[in-house]
């Protein structure tokens, strides 16, 4: 089993930063690559960024490429995402994901471990 807690969420004004962050803990968690996905209102849960175990594999979604920056600490296990030149329409739950497989999958479905979400707010 993964526990996954995310924190970082918030208020920030449109062009503004916000880093998130997700605490794992459990067996073998620095080997799972990690997602980060996100929700609003209404919406179905969208892929947002996601890194391999070892973090030599990044990926985004074409949203947030150039805007977002997804990183890991395995001494520390946790999972880091740093929004840069926040949008509105970045306005969501924010949740992250654990995958086992070796390249993280942008689809939802295939993660096995889920946190709890922390609310980003991004204001005009």
């Known amino acids: 089993q993964v526990q996954l807690v995310e924190s970082g969420g918030g208020l920030v004004q449109a062009g503004g930063s916000l880093r998130l962050s997700c605490a794992a803990s459990g067996r073998a968690v620095s080997l799972y690559s990690m997602g980060w996905f996100r929700q609003a209102p209404g919406k179905e849960r969208e892929f947002v960024a996601a890194?391999?175990?070892?973090?030599?594999?990044?990926y985004y979604a074409d949203s947030v490429k150039g805007r977002f920056t997804i990183s890991r600490d395995n001494t520390k296990n946790t999972v880091y995402l740093q929004m840069n030149s926040a949008k509105p329409e970045d306005t969501a739950v924010y949740y992250c994901a654990a995958d086992l497989r070796t390249i993280p999958s942008p689809s939802p479905r295939n993660y096995d471990f889920w946190g709890q979400g922390t609310q980003v707010t991004v204001s005009s």
């Open positions: 890194i391999s175990w070892s973090g030599g594999g990044t």
